[in-house]
């Protein structure tokens, strides 16, 4: 089956810092790829769309200049959270859109943010 | 977005059957049906998904009405590892995925 994978699975930093959470399709290529976060005992809210080799397009609500995506190459999308606050501190996921047969959606393991 | 209904909490003893249901009365017609599932703490995990017919996977069975306003994830001998919380998400494709509040899956031993 497809597969996703995340870096780092959890990630403690200092407040004002910034952390750069990875995400890769590991055995098929994704145009597409989405941002998530989830907090405590809420369902996952979508954040931003990422499509390679252009801008992501983001959610109302969030913060582009704070959440910086890059999707360089087909297997890897980035997430840059800038001047990190305790706030920001969530489970963020991603996914991938698989094209091969019909369009399924394969999530990675999701990253673990803490900020203290 | 078509909206759906998922009872929020399920309890079912290991081994026996569980049968999820969802509503999705305002599901258009070029939308699969997608069930997902996250078990604490990790990212979710696809199931199984169906535009009319039932389907069937190494993971569960899907029951889809015939007039496609609701539809049945069945886990067929629930274990331990399935305790996890179910989404139901109506699906056309290319566009991201959105999650209700799903039900809660409890496997009792």
């Known amino acids: 089956g497809a597969v996703v994978s995340q870096h780092p699975s959890r990630v403690i930093c200092k407040s004002g810092t910034s952390v750069k959470i990875e995400c890769r399709s590991l055995?098929?290529?994704?145009?597409?790829m989405f941002w998530y976060r989830q907090f405590p005992k809420q369902s996952l809210m979508l954040m931003a769309t990422?499509?390679?080799?252009?801008?992501?397009?983001?959610e109302q609500g969030v913060e582009k200049d704070k959440f910086l995506i890059n999707h360089a190459s087909l297997t890897l999308s980035t997430l840059t959270v800038t001047s990190a606050h305790p706030e920001d501190s969530s489970f963020y996921i991603c996914?991938?859109?698989?094209?091969?047969?019909?369009?399924?959606?394969?999530f990675g393991p999701g990253t673990r943010l803490t900020v203290l | 977005d078509a909206k759906t209904t998922q009872p929020p909490s399920m309890d079912c003893a290991e081994g026996r059957a569980a049968n999820l249901p969802c509503n999705h009365s305002?599901?258009?017609?070029?939308?699969?049906v997608y069930w997902y599932r996250q078990i604490h703490s990790q990212g979710p995990q696809y199931i199984i998904h169906?535009?009319?017919n039932n389907e069937t996977n190494e993971m569960a069975s899907l029951i889809i009405t015939e007039d496609r306003k609701s539809s049945t994830l069945i886990l067929p001998h629930a274990t331990l590892r399935d305790t996890a919380v179910y989404y139901c998400?109506?699906?056309?494709?290319?566009?991201?995925?959105?999650f209700g509040k799903g039900t809660r899956l409890s496997v009792i031993a």
């Open positions: 996914s991938a859109l698989t094209s091969e047969g019909t369009d399924t959606q394969y």
């Open positions: 055995d098929f290529q994704a145009t597409t």
């Open positions: 990422s499509n390679e080799g252009s801008k992501a397009t983001y």
């Open positions: 305002t599901i258009s017609g070029n939308e699969y």
């Open positions: 169906g535009l009319k």
């Open positions: 998400i109506p699906y056309s494709g290319n566009t991201p995925l959105v």
